[in-house]
């Protein structure tokens, strides 16, 4: 029937699952801009079958990290379980960066230094979602500052993902100690008037395109 692909020969199921193992590694250690000779490398295959598989590096993005991100689903599903919303809340977030940390190809990607494929941009709109949740339930318990806002998750990734990419050889757990310092003001009865609003979402999608 007109319009439908074949089906992958077996060799050639095997050599993308070789792929898409191997990025997830090499870009889990290294981050992002790794070369694709690498992982064509580690995988044992050449670069042109991993273009043919895969013709743009995005691609690979897509194959491997909504499946990494699906980790997050199920620490939003625990903190919206936790009865104490703060403590929900900082579940949360520690569960996130907690992530980032453990792997920097994830870690560039949610601080988007590279453009999101298709699949990982939605993926981090369904997250950011579930973060507007958690912030709700903790700001009606009283527990999270009232002027805080979504858009000020996304620069905090920003930071953190910076912290954590710096650090990450040397003092692979110095992002928990800085993350400690921004929660504590984080509570609502630490709140003080702030000089600057929030970022409006218009300028978080413009920074981040």
Request: net charge negative; glycine share 6%; with cysteine.
């Amino acid at each position: 029937m007109a319009g439908k692909s074949r089906p992958l020969r077996a060799d050639a199921v095997r050599n993308r699952d070789k792929l898409v193992a191997a990025a997830a590694a090499v870009f889990g250690e290294r981050g992002l801009d790794a070369p694709l000779e690498e992982v064509a490398r580690r995988a044992g295959v050449s670069i042109g079958t991993l273009y043919n598989h895969f013709p743009a590096r995005e691609n690979l993005f897509d194959a491997i990290f909504p499946a990494r991100l699906a980790a997050l689903d199920e620490i939003v599903e625990r903190s919206l379980a936790d009865p104490d919303p703060w403590s929900g809340f900082v579940a949360y977030i520690e569960g996130l960066f907690a992530l980032q940390a453990e792997d920097r190809g994830l870690n560039d990607a949610l601080a988007r230094r590279f453009p999101l494929a298709p699949e990982l941009d939605t993926a981090c709109h369904r997250g950011f979602d579930h973060l507007v949740k958690i912030m709700a339930r903790a700001k009606e318990a009283g527990g999270l500052r009232p002027d805080f806002e979504p858009q000020d998750v996304v620069t905090l990734m920003w930071a953190m993902s910076q912290v954590i990419r710096e650090s990450a050889d040397g003092a692979p757990d110095a992002w928990r100690r800085c993350l400690g310092f921004f929660l504590d003001g984080l509570r609502a009865e630490a709140a003080r008037p702030l000089p600057v609003p929030a970022l409006t979402p218009e300028q978080v999608a413009r920074f981040m395109d």
